[in-house]
T-cell receptor, first 111, second 112 residues
Framework: QKEVEQNSGPLSVPEGAIASLNCTYS??????FFWYRQYSGKSPELIMF????GDKEDGRFTAQLNKASQYVSLLIRDSQPSDSATYLC???????????FGKGTRLHILP | ETGVTQSPTHLIKTRGQQVTLRCSSQ?????VSWYQQALGQGPQFIFQ???????GRGNFPPRFSGLQFPNYSSELNVNALELDDSALYLC???????????FGQGTRLTVV
């Protein structure tokens, strides 16, 4: 079982709709959870982090965490063509404080 | 702009050669992690340096080695380059008030 799993996509969403990205992780000791956006040929850019169960909102982005289910999600409201990118889920392993990434989900916003 | 800088941005090397990649961490960050990202994959953890000591290593062979300096900048060295080492190499710094990792722009290494 991979430590951080994501559906590789591509996920196609019409402009203006809600994009929903999902991630599961295996280490129950994980404490911190991150979403990075990566445009083609560029390095990952941190867009959200969440530490506690529940929802965290920042502008059009909402991160959701359910530690009991070992599940993290990212919702993007009012999707824009500029949101088209690969979204990487990352988890800080509790045991050794290392940040481990999933393979990423490619998101394509349809104009 | 994350304050993390990497050099060079692009590099072409021949199989069997050695390469050194460099990273300057964000001000106030004492931890640097290196990742390898192959095309279409997520970043794979290579190793982490904390206050000049290696502080954890991923599943990479010993020909991948590193250093961290007193100013917390870091180097990644790869010996005996193989074609499969072609990838984007990312440096991330942490150690501020939170544990978020901030990435440099990466070094694109091509081994021919």
């Amino acid at each position: 079982q991979k430590e951080v799993e994501q559906n590789s996509g591509p996920l196609s969403v019409p402009e203006g709709a809600i994009a929903s990205l999902n991630c599961t992780y295996s280490d129950r000791g994980s404490q911190s959870f991150f979403w990075y956006r990566q445009y083609s040929g560029k390095s990952p850019e941190l867009i959200m982090f969440i530490y506690s169960n529940g929802d965290k909102e920042d502008g059009r982005f909402t991160a959701q965490l359910n530690k009991a289910s070992q599940y993290v999600s990212l919702l993007i409201r009012d999707s824009q063509p500029s949101d088209s990118a690969t979204y990487l889920c990352a988890v800080n392993r509790g045991g050794d404080d290392k940040i481990i990434f999933g393979k990423g989900t490619r998101l394509h916003i349809l104009p | 702009e994350t304050g993390v800088t990497q050099s060079p941005t692009h590099l072409i090397k021949t199989r069997g050669q050695q390469v050194t990649l460099r990273c300057s961490s964000q001000s106030g960050h004492n931890t640097v992690s290196w990742y390898q990202q192959a095309l279409g994959q997520g970043p794979q953890f290579i190793f982490q340096y904390y206050r000049e000591e290696e502080n954890g290593r991923g599943n990479f062979p010993p020909r991948f080695s590193g250093l961290q300096f007193p100013n917390y900048s870091s180097e990644l060295n790869v010996n005996a380059l193989e074609l499969d080492d072609s990838a984007l190499y990312l440096c991330a710094s942490t150690g501020g008030t939170g544990d978020e990792a901030f990435f440099g722009q990466g070094t694109r290494l091509t081994v021919v």
